[in-house]
């Protein structure tokens, strides 16, 4: 029965997500909820799966429960294989001793064992935090067309934005000859998306060797892909052209969300060849009242709504009561909106509760200081009180 | 009093009542008929089983069974797919003497090495027809309680001759002992009518089977309940929660309408006893910029830029530009170009409605357009 796989995914998926704060309290960043009716980690999960990758190791270490109860045995994104599909990975006692992952290149280091046992050719590694639509056999073609040791996917992004990323400066060919961190004067706008493939065989040697390095920081762009560069190994870009975000912090993800409805922006969920696979919450149709108004919005299954709904991402099981206005926002699962409630500019978390008359977040032109000016956050299962008032920019924790 | 549910065995068929939806039914079976924006009415008693602890379900079909088996599949989706029970698909048994059944016993004798094999005790048994949200366990309790051979489900209320002319009629005596059965008789007023859901034991069912099998009859309706009314205990099981009875296109029409009205949509769908379905994939449905949709149920996949009111929209469906759509039942992939008027309209599977076309009909009598249809 067993399969050799030429290529096997690991999906970074364990970190603490601590820029999304009242979001990933209790739950980890990749499932977070997003886009109605998707978690993040259904991005990468459904790229695997439409680019016929169908063996993943999920590496978790953050919160795991909501994340693992999620990918389950992998059925929603056809993950589940008698040979290969989904994995989650973890981190576990050996009889030398028991580590958490330590970094992303640790993490992977301690699962060599888990890839070997499908002897792939190539390793990609990807993260539990962007929203895109990629297809990685594309990447993979490339990566063996250039004979490379390790290919990284590249964004060009625009000069002015290029200082918040990874930069990759690449000779003619696209040989990555240097890289610098967040640059102030980026030398290129090349900006890595946190993708690679690695020909495993080569990456094994590297996560060794760095892990008997007692200094290392065990992490991906900081040791592997320097120690590759200076042993003179092919690194290579692969230029990226679709929509691509990291959605890591409130703001991105509030914007990734919109981004969603807005029809200048290429990322279409409605394309049926390459589908965003989810993992079903078995509810009703919407139930879209008499008192209803809703323009410009993606709303989802087992929501009833009788308020008004603009510019917004309503997510599965969501009730807006009548005479409640919903702009520019986001409603995660379950959370209720009740009478005369305005949810302007802000993210309310799952199963949370905003009481009759509150006010939660406002428009931007209502306010003189533009920097006290931000998304609102209200936390998962939360109460808020009626006729509360939740400013812009705050995150809110507990009860109000 | 306390019901091993893991006791009962469920029979569901698929093709009883195939005639009274018309066109509908032409190119699939009754429980593969589309219903409420993601369902196909087999959810119904499919999801009541599984809810109410049954975990072992045949599926008794006899034609036109493609969409049906394609809607099914492993059965995963209702929790049925399992090593110990689960869901099991029985089409016509091919041999001489059992092709096409034409009746319900001879429906069930196709299927009685099936019966036969299950390990459960008792036997529930409902048809397509009836949607509702309904807990067999008290019916399985009420049934052993009483000592009855059969227990029939039942609606006691007023019905109009219409509603009557094809249903079962019970009359009962004050103990709820069934004293005479009628056959779609010409009535109206107040009756107790069958749901087509009834309980007995797994043993009384082979040995009642086998008797009419043996003397030619196979009517379960007309050759035992009615003729043998008399000397078998039949018990009624009063039924008084929500429920709509699919008897004619326009009671279809009417009960997908019935479900706009909060109220009952939440009798229907209720929490942790939900109704399951295929899972499709759709991604979360679009309104757009200038749309106005009112009293609705909307399906996943939907992309609304026009009009919309008082309908029900299932998975995929595309309403165009300057649209409007009013009283309208659009199955799923239904298309309506831009500007296109719709009114009393039931559209089935991948229709489409040029731009610019404009359909009325009348509540009475909706227009129906056959799947797959350009107009």
Known sequence: MFNKKECVAMLLAGGQGSRLYALTQNVAKPAVPFGAKYRIIDFPLSNCINSGIDTVGVLTQYQPLVLNEYIGNGQPWDLDRIHGGVHVLPPYQTASGADWYTGTANAIYQNIGFVDRYDPEYVIVLSGDHIYKMDYNKMLTYHKEKNADATIAVLDVPKEEASRFGIMITDEDDNIIDFEEKPKNPRSTLASMGIYIFTWKKLKAYLIANEEDKEATKDFGKNIIPDMREAGEKLVAYRFDGYWKDVGTIDSLWEANMDLINPNIPIDLYDASWKIYSRNPVMPPQSIGKNAQIQNSMVTEGCVIDGSVEFSMISDGVTVEEGAEIYDSILMPGAVVKKGAKVEYAIVGENSVIGENSQIGAKPETIEDKDSWGVAVVGNNLTVAPESVVAPKAIIYENI | ?375
């Open chain 2, 1 to 375: 009093m306390d019901v091993n549910m893991g006791n009962v065995l469920g029979l569901v068929f698929a093709n009883m009542h195939d005639t009274t939806l018309g066109d509908m039914t032409k190119n699939r079976t009754m429980g593969s008929v589309m219903f409420g924006g993601r369902y196909r009415l087999i959810d119904f008693p499919l999801s009541n089983m599984v809810n109410s602890g049954i975990s072992e379900v045949g599926v008794i079909t006899k034609s036109n069974y493609q969409s049906l088996l394609d809607h099914l599949g492993s059965a995963r989706e209702w929790d049925l797919a399992r090593k110990k029970g689960g869901l099991f698909i029985l089409p016509p048994f091919g041999n001489v003497e059992s092709t096409l059944y034409r009746g319900r016993i001879e429906a069930l004798y196709g299927a009685m090495s099936f019966i036969k094999n299950s390990r459960a005790k008792y036997v529930v048994l409902s048809d397509c027809d009836v949607v509702t949200n309904i807990d067999y366990k008290p019916i399985v309790a009420q049934h052993i309680e009483s000592g009855a051979d059969i227990t029939a489900v039942a609606h006691t209320g007023v019905y109009s001759s219409e509603d009557i002319k094809t249903s079962t009629v019970f009359n009962v005596d004050e103990n709820g002992t069934v004293t005479s059965v009628l056959i779609n008789p010409d009535l109206s007023g107040t009756c107790t009518t069958s749901l087509n859901m009834f309980v007995m034991s797994k043993d009384f069912l082979i040995d009642t089977i086998r008797d009419a099998m043996s003397r030619g009859n196979v009517s379960f309706e007309r050759n035992v309940l009615q003729e043998k009314c008399r000397e078998l205990k039949i018990k009624v099981f009063e039924y008084g929660n929500y429920f709509s009875k699919l008897n004619s296109p326009s009671s279809y029409f009417k009960a997908n309408m019935e479900l706009l009205e909060p109220a009952n949509a939440q009798k229907l769908f209720v929490p942790k006893r939900s109704i399951y379905t295929k899972v499709s994939d759709n991604a979360p449905a679009k309104y757009d910029l200038d749309c106005t949709v009112k009293n609705s149920l909307i399906a996943d996949g939907c992309i609304i830029e026009g009009e919309v009111e008082n309908s029900v929209l299932f998975r995929g469906v595309k309403v165009g530009k300057g649209a409007k759509v009013k009283n309208c039942i659009l199955m799923q992939g239904t298309s309506v170009g831009d500007n296109a008027e719709l009114n009393y309209l039931i559209t089935d599977k991948n229709v489409t409605i040029c731009d610019n076309h404009i359909l009325t009909s009348s509540p009475q009598y909706p227009m129906y357009v056959g799947k797959g249809a350009s107009v």
